[in-house]
């Protein structure tokens, strides 16, 4: 079927004469990089793939604009379906929610900025960025901690991942005032979702070619939740006797971090420290907005900066680095089996950055916004020849 799928679209491609849809129709058909089973989503007649965008909160539609242009110059083979969804700008609600879901199961892949969840509680505790996650079973994200080179930090070559179970633990928004003053938190781990969780881990590892996997834990102290995490990670890890299998506990997980993160490899943890060590281990190598992220389950893919941070503070400023969002994008287009425009514009922001010559202000440098995304469009218009 595949083969006879493939001759369809190359007939196609010399029918309409379109270059692009021959490099599609020839290029291999595979499974895609969510590990997990899902199929890659097929572009349509014409050779373009339709893609859900979230903007978020904060800086997230100026980076979203950054990867609108960064694409259109690079003449990148995708259609954006937009929306948007704030909890603090009165545009979420559940009819809108709805919208945004069917958009991403029909397109299977998205691209997402930061939804900002309001601090004060409105009569709802669970917020939209966790809605979209459980209503997708979005329960892994992936955050690939890479030093950049031309950028030096107190550690430089870092290669290192860190897997979060996403979908319970801390984050179940189980609450409630069992007496006036007294508030009851339930932190939910089992473990159906702590052995998915641990299998994706080694899955990521051994596809990877990596040859160690830590989990992160306090089960000294939460003997029977993460007591229970760290039981299905050991029996997990006995089906992967390649594969080194360490646990460390979560505070002394982020001081050896910060003191000596080369011996870690691939991290696996449940959701709260998992958002903790994302942000820390996105600080070694430059900051939020140099990390990009992403979230999967066994049919979608959402693409994302690693550090959840909206930084409010710039919006409309014109300061905010794109690097982590163009990154995100750039893995979006390798997930899409679009190589050749995910390595294209990966080198480019890569090489602006090597060069030194334009950095935003997160970085040590004085340039705006526009003038990075200026570079990376410039790297793309006179990028060597392949």
């Known amino acids: 079927m595949a083969a006879a799928l493939r001759g369809t679209l190359v007939t196609l491609a010399k029918g309409l004469g379109g270059v692009r849809l021959h490099q599609l129709a020839t290029r291999p058909l595979s499974v895609s990089a969510s590990l997990c089973g899902a199929e890659t ?50 545009m979420a609600n559940e009819e809108k929610l709805e919208e945004v879901l069917t958009s991403m199961k029909n397109n299977r892949v998205a691209i997402k900025g930061k939804i900002h969840t309001p601090m004060e509680y409105k009569g709802e505790l669970a917020s939209f960025e966790m809605k979209l996650r459980r209503k ?19 550690h430089n070559n870092l290669d290192l991942v860190i897997i979060r179970e996403q979908t319970e633990g801390e984050y179940s928004s189980l609450e409630h005032e069992s007496v006036p003053g ?38 000294n102290i939460m003997k029977l939740g993460d007591g229970l995490f760290l039981q299905s990670c050991a029996e997990v890890a006995e089906l992967y006797p390649k594969i080194k299998y360490e646990t460390i506990i979560i505070d002394n997980c982020c001081m050896q971090l910060v003191q000596n993160p080369y011996q870690f490899d691939v ?21 939020a907005g140099v990390v990009p992220g992403e979230s ?31 990154l995100s994008a750039a893995n979006m287009l390798k997930h899409l089996n679009l190589e050749y425009h995910s390595q294209m514009i990966s080198e480019a922001v890569k090489r602006v950055i090597k060069q030194g010559k334009v950095r935003t202000r997160d970085l040590g440098g004085y340039c705006t916004t526009g003038d990075f995304v200026h570079a990376v469009v410039e790297n793309l218009r006179h990028r060597p020849a392949q």
């Not at 892994?140 to 930090?153: D, M």
Request: hydrophobic residues 45%.
């Open 41 to 90: 989503p097929l572009a349509r007649a014409d050779g373009i793939f339709k893609v859900t965008m979230v903007p978020g909160d904060g800086v997230g539609p100026e980076l979203m604009t950054s990867v609108k242009d960064v694409f259109k110059a690079g003449d990148i083979p995708v259609e954006f379906e937009e929306f948007h969804l704030s909890e603090v700008q009165n």
């Open 136 to 154: 997708l079973d979005l329960f892994a994200n992936v955050v690939h901690v890479n030093s950049l080179p031309g950028y030096s930090t107190r």
């Open 182 to 219: 007294v508030i009851e938190c339930l932190k939910i781990i089992t473990r159906e979702k702590s052995r998915r969780i641990a299998k994706f881990a080694f899955d990521y590892a051994t596809k990877k070619g990596r040859n160690k996997v830590t989990a992160v834990h306090k089960a």
């Open 267 to 287: 991290l696996v943890m449940p959701n709260l420290y998992g958002n903790i060590i994302d942000n820390l281990a996105a600080g070694l190598v430059g900051g």
């Open 296 to 326: 999967y389950s066994a049919e979608y893919a959402v693409f994302e900066t690693g550090a959840r941070h909206p930084f409010a503070q710039a919006v409309g400023r014109n300061i905010a680095n794109p690097t982590a969002m163009l």
